[in-house]
């Protein structure tokens, strides 16, 4: 048994394997990196979470424990900045390294700003009084999705902004309404969507009484497996449909240098990937993820496009040290999405 | 011998098309003058049919798509390779080990997970079990239960017909639940809580139906049921969680949910077995245990809740119990 110590390496060999089946423009990516980097910081999360059980479950330090709790939460910023620096450098394209030079500070500041926004907008949802229900529901709505808007599009200027190819920067425009646009108008449909499914749900228990004379408990049971049914299918369509939509936005509004990028992905169609991808793993009770992974991937990067009349001008930092592989260990371990 | 490569110098993102020489001891590039030792460049192992990469120890690099040609260049000139592409690109490696992989799995969940609970809940201490007990009973106590209605009279007999078969390592405690109704429960440090729905059930006056109860429950703590059955869920559900990574979790949710079950009935069917031997041995016909659940059945099914399907029941189905009960 290698106990899980080989699968850094597996990792590193289908990583190597998507991004060398990337072709930008006739050429491939490179993905650069020696698997006993990500070993060691595997290795280091596993003791300090081990410290961490051992203090807490079985000595019952539960002061210690709470120390390192609250090293864990206070470098976290710092650790998500790491695992995205790690995540550029060690991709290439034509032999030119990527680069992350974002600042921890920055990472602090967004933090920051998101928990205190949410704390006033917690503050002055609580301090108007009841009767106005209806401000409420509309502040509850639209002011939350503005919110979220406008924090996720800080986070995304924070990593593209900083994102090197070479000595060249990649820089992104986009406007909170456009990202706030997107919320809504998904929120939108997946209420009718909503309603529809609600329809369609009551037609299909009152048929089954009728048509099939099923009792009322043994709808009941069909009505609630078909609901979680539907229940997941739902939501990884709505995941899909934001996260091509999402993604056209933001291709569109980067550049390099003066080189442009355009998304053309269909998020409706990249929806029922997603969604269909759900019932491909349940079918195959996971062991078609791979397939599933890469049918929804093709469809984002075949719809992607870098427009470079010159692809000689970019010149490398010379720079090709490696950044600690912790950051992007821990994010992995603790399994937190720093979507991308 | 020569081969087409996409060259990059590494400074620029500018390709260049080149022809590269391979000999037994030198890699050369003649339009860019590069000439160094074979033992100094790193080839990239075949992935696929993906480019390889020549990396060179200046930091320039060569990319080649013919893999075939590479192979042959290599082999012809002694360079060693690493075996790993022969085993990716192999049907039966693949199929192989997709084989391995699913018996792997199928043997973790079951054997594997037998195994593992039982060593795990053998070496927890009597400590551990009365503090889990205590914590469970508090919390039950405090949302379903209520004081028992029996007479002390009616306690004394069932505690005299449970002593057929255990000892002072077991205690009975009386309960009512206006939720729960006919219903009892083990709890690992030896309790068995059993409620007043299913004492005023039994038919038989010396309480022999409620002794199969029992029986079932006592082979719960003996067998320390409760906390394998807790150990053998998160196995469960660490597996699946693991084999099919994040996404998935919600997908996966079914079978999951099976797995779990079947271990519970697996566990059932242990206690049932043990409580018609042991009444067999006592001489006690097990038709009170099976009008007890005789009841049960009525009741549960002018209620309604009759249908779930099978594969998700925690126990086995009421009807089976009747017949295995019934059989003597």
């Known amino acids: ?340 | 011998m020569k081969i087409l490569v996409k060259f990059y110098d590494g400074k620029s993102s500018k390709e260049h098309m080149v022809f590269v020489k391979f000999s037994k001891d030198r890699f050369e590039i003649e339009d860019f003058n590069i000439k160094v030792d074979i033992k100094d460049i790193e080839i990239s192992s075949r992935l696929g049919s993906t480019p390889r990469v020549i990396q060179l120890p200046d930091g320039s690099r060569c990319k080649i798509s013919d893999n075939n040609k590479l192979d042959r260049i290599l082999r012809d000139i002694g360079y060693k390779q690493s075996l790993i592409h022969q085993i990716e690109s192999s049907w039966r490696f693949a199929v192989g080990s997709l084989v391995i992989v699913i018996f792997f799995i199928i043997f973790m969940l079951t054997a594997g997970a037998d195994y593992t609970s039982k060593f795990l809940a053998d070496i927890l201490p009597k400590d551990t079990l009365v503090y889990i007990s205590q914590k469970s009973l508090e919390e039950l106590d405090k949302e379903y239960f209520q004081k028992s209605r029996l007479s002390d009279d009616e306690k004394r007999r069932v505690k005299k017909s449970f002593h057929l078969i255990g000892d002072y390592r077991y205690q009975i405690l009386f309960r009512s639940s206006k939720t729960l109704g006919a219903n009892a429960f083990a709890l690992p440090d030896g309790r068995i809580v059993i409620l007043d729905d299913l004492i005023e059930l039994d038919r038989s006056k010396n309480y022999y139906g409620v002794l199969g109860i029992l029986a079932h429950e006592k082979a719960h703590i003996d067998n320390r049921h409760s906390i394998r059955i807790l150990i053998k869920n998160s196995i469960a559900i660490s597996i699946m969680g693991y084999i099919t990574d994040d996404i998935s979790l919600l997908a996966t949710m079914l079978p999951s949910l099976m797995i779990t079950a079947k271990y519970s009935r697996e566990f059932e069917k242990e206690a049932d077995i043990y409580a018609k031997n042991r009444l067999k041995e006592l001489n006690i016909s097990t038709k009170y245990l099976a009008y007890i659940f005789k009841e049960i059945d009525k009741r549960v099914e002018s209620k309604g809740v009759k249908s779930v399907p099978a594969w998700l029941l925690t126990h086995p189905s009421t009807p089976d119990r009747i017949k295995f009960f019934m059989d003597n």
């Not at chain 1, 006993?36 to 595997?42: A, D, P, S, Y």
Request: with cysteine; glycine share 6%.
């Open chain 1, 1 to 340: 048994m290698s106990l899980g110590v080989y699968s850094a390496w597996a990792k590193v060999r289908t990583n190597r394997y998507l991004f060398a089946s990337t072709f930008l423009n006739g050429s491939n990516f490179e993905y650069n990196i020696d698997p006993k980097k990500i070993l060691l910081g595997r290795a280091f999360i596993v003791i300090f979470y081990g410290l961490f059980m051992l203090f807490s479950n079985i000595l019952g330090l539960n002061i210690l424990s709470y120390i390192l709790l609250t090293i864990f939460l206070l470098s976290l910023p710092w650790l998500i900045k790491q695992a995205i620096k790690f995540k550029f450098k060690t991709i290439s394209y034509r032999n030119i390294r990527f680069d992350y030079r974002g600042e921890s500070r920055d990472f602090y500041i967004l933090i920051f700003i998101f928990i205190s926004l949410s704390l006033m907008f917690g503050l002055i949802y609580n301090i108007l009084p009841i009767e106005y229900t209806l401000i409420r529901v509309v502040m509850v709505i639209f002011g939350f999705i503005y919110l979220l808007s406008f924090i996720y599009k800080r986070f995304k200027e924070l990593i593209i902004n900083n994102v090197y190819y070479g000595k060249t920067q990649f820089n992104l425009n986009i406007e909170t309404k456009d990202v706030a646009k997107i919320f809504f108008k998904t929120a939108l449909a997946a209420t009718l969507l909503i309603i529809i499914l609600f329809t369609v749900g009551i037609f299909i228990s009152i048929s089954l009484q009728t048509i099939f004379h099923l009792s009322v408990s043994e709808v009941k049971v069909v009505i609630n497996i078909l609901g979680a049914l539907f229940y997941m299918l739902f939501l990884s369509f709505i995941k899909g449909v934001v996260d091509g939509s999402i993604s056209n936005l933001i291709r569109n509004s980067v550049t390099l240098g003066t080189a442009k990028f355009k998304g053309e992905i269909d998020s409706i169609k990249l929806g029922f990937i997603s969604l269909t991808n759900i019932l491909i793993l349940i079918f195959s009770l996971g062991l078609l993820y791979p397939y599933a992974k890469i049918r929804y991937l093709k469809e984002k990067i075949e719809n992607t496009y870098f427009a470079c009349e010159n692809f000689d001008k970019f010149v490398s930092n010379n720079i090709n040290k490696d950044s600690g592989v912790l950051g992007e260990e821990t994010v992995d371990f603790f399994d937190i999405d720093i979507g991308i």
